[in-house]
C-alpha cells in the first residue's frame, strides 16, 4: 500500500460493477483500490486482513447484507470508514446504514466524480450524503428502537438471510462450516425472537425488511 494514499476496498456482488468502480478510482493519484469481494460471508474477514481507509459497501449481497456487514465492520475494523453505494433510496435503509455507522451514503446513479468526493470525505471523518438522499433520513434514526431484529445475533443474521434465499439447512451448515444442529438450533432461535413459527413467513419478513430482493 503506498504512503499517504487512501486505501479503498470494494464490495459489489457484480464483479463487472467492482471493476467499472475500480477503474472509475484509478485516475485519482490518491487513492489505491486494496481489494474487493462479492460475498458477503467473506467481507469482514478480509477487511480486517487488509486493513483499508474505506470500504466502499453495497446493500445487496449474498450471504450477508450490507447493512449487517456495515454493523459487523464498525464494530470491529474501527480503522475504517464504511461509505455505502447503493440503488436503495428508501430512507429506512440510509437510517439503518447510518445506526448501523456508515460514514457516507451514495446512490449508484449518481455522477461518477462524487465517487472520489464520497471516498475522500468519509477517509477524512466527515458524514456524506450523496444528492438524492432525504435528509429526513436523519429523522427516522432510533425510530425502531423495539425491532427484535437488532436482538439477532451476526450469526442467526446469516442464517436467516440464508433461509430466506432458498438454503436448506443442510447447504447453509456447508456453508458456513459448522454441523447442521448448529444451523438447527441458531434457527429456532432467531424465529423465537422474532416471533415466526413458519418459513415461509420468514422468508416474507426478509423481504419486507429488504434482507433479500425478489430479483
Known amino acids: 500500500m503506498t504512503l499517504n494514499k487512501i486505501s479503498v476496498f470494494l464490495v459489489d456482488d457484480h ?4 471493476e467499472g468502480l475500480a477503474a472509475l478510482l484509478a485516475d485519482d493519484a490518491d487513492i489505491e483500490i486494496v481489494g474487493q469481494c462479492g460475498d458477503g460471508l467473506r467481507v469482514v474477514d478480509e477487511v480486517l486482513a487488509l486493513q483499508p481507509s474505506v ?15 456495515c454493523r459487523d465492520l464498525t464494530r470491529k475494523a474501527k480503522h475504517c470508514a464504511v461509505l455505502m ?8 435503509f440510509v437510517a439503518r446504514a447510518l445506526e448501523h455507522g456508515a460514514s457516507g451514503y451514495l446512490l449508484k446513479d449518481a455522477a461518477a466524480e462524487q465517487l472520489s468526493e464520497a471516498v475522500r470525505a468519509v477517509s477524512r471523518g466527515e458524514l456524506y450524503l450523496g444528492p438524492g438522499i432525504s435528509r429526513g433520513a436523519l429523522q427516522r434514526i432510533g425510530r425502531e428502537e423495539g425491532d427484535p431484529y437488532k436482538h439477532l445475533t451476526t450469526r442467526e443474521r446469516q442464517v436467516l438471510q440464508l433461509i430466506a434465499e432458498g438454503l436448506t439447512n443442510r447447504q447453509i451448515a456447508e ?3 459448522v454441523a447442521i444442529k448448529t444451523i438447527d ?5 432467531l424465529m423465537r ?17 429488504g434482507i433479500v430482493t425478489l430479483h
Open 55 to 69: 470500504v466502499v459497501l453495497d446493500i445487496n449481497l449474498p450471504g450477508l447484507n450490507g447493512l449487517d456487514i
Open 185 to 189: 438450533t441458531h434457527r429456532s432461535r
Open 85 to 92: 453505494l447503493t440503488m436503495y433510496e428508501d430512507e429506512q
Open 175 to 177: 456453508k458456513l462450516d
Open 193 to 209: 425472537k422474532l416471533s415466526i413459527h413458519d418459513q415461509t413467513t420468514l422468508v416474507k419478513y426478509a423481504l419486507r425488511k
Open 15 to 18: 464483479a463487472m460493477v467492482r
